[in-house]
């Protein structure tokens, strides 16, 4: 039985007039000696593809999914499975990511919810060796639910960090089941609605106790990670700890964490951070902590995480510099954690959605890649710090000099010459490649 009313969907170039093609993503030409479908990594999100019904917190959702039948059963959950594998197979896309209770039901209690949990990621593990689809993380769902209202590894309650303990154990397990590249930790409720009733040196000291047992706990069951922390400053919490790149960079090191952990980070968390997505993909990367990327973005007039595909050229190219300059995902991808407008409720509109982040992201690739080919680009940035390759620069980066000696150069070299930034003539150079 057929779900989307479409054929697989092919690489059509740019000239096609058929809006379920392809313009620009074709999976196994080569940009720069390897296949888009490599460079580009797509994951598809389970949370958004089978489970947004598209509500708003004015109205119900409007997501039409004629194969829910919207009851917690087992038999639903894995009547899902074979939708969203039909839909993997027809949009072209090799890697997914889910949540725990987005596969399966939270049933009445943990032990009951954990035997659901068993019998989907049996079948899905079926379905991947058929078809060679893979995880590309897992995670657990420590939102959603009542009881994690005050956090989850950040709870005032112990009880409610057990739950949360045990329900992350079962999510490491299911992902190295199913073969899983990465997991991921995205605290929602990790942090606070206000400060008067919060003790955050306690809930950070739990939190890295927290990772910690996870950690450990997944060299135990030879789970080899990576595990990523993707940031966020706030929704649904009012401030949350790992608000953007620098912060869980700075938590991972004075927790002794950095060497398990990457960042996987998000377009429109960036933004919701005040940063651009280049700002905190680059702090990732300089840091060596790059993993992974959940791909979206926001709306510049709505102040909240809209998660929107991304279809802005401009915005997948500056990604694309980030992660071409890193060499490219060892164990992540970019994962289309966007959802449908409310107003695209036809399962048809997911093809129409990730077709367009995937030509966008196409169009971003080639771009880069053309930029850093012509070279003028990294030329400049790397001249205007060449006064840093030899004499005096070059003791300062080696830290060999002193202020003393800096001193005296200043006062034996006169008024530094001012030179342009250029950023005008820039952004013409990278416009040209668009
Ligand atoms: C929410 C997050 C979430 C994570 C996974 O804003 O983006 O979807 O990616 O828990
Ligand atoms: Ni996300
Ligand atoms: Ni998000």
Redesign the pocket.
Known sequence: MQHFECDKIQYEGPDSKNALSFKHYNATEEVGGKAMKDHLRFGA?Y??VMRNELADPFGAGTAQMPWDDKSDSVENALARVDVFFEFLDKIGIDYY?F?DRDIAPELNDLSASNDALDQVVAKLKEKQAETGKKLLWG?A?L?AHPRYAHGAATSPDARVYAYAAAQVKKAIEVTKELDGLGY???G?REGYGSLINTNMKRELDHLGAFLHMAVDHAKNIGFEGPFYI?P?PR?PSTHQYDSDSAACLNFLREYGLLDHFKL?I?T??ATLAGHTVQHDLTVAANAGALGSV?A?TGDTLIGW?T?QFPTDVYMTTEIMLVLLGMGGFTTGGL?F?AKRRRESHEPIDLMHAHIGGMDAFARGLKVAHAIREDGRLAQFVQDRYSSYDSDIGAKIEAGTTSFAELEQYALSNGEPSLASGRQEMLENLVNDFI
């Open positions: 999100a949370w958004h990511c949540h995670t769902c939102f991921t930790f995205w929602g993707e966020k929704e996987n998000e429109n968390h959940d979206n995480d998660d994962n954690d």
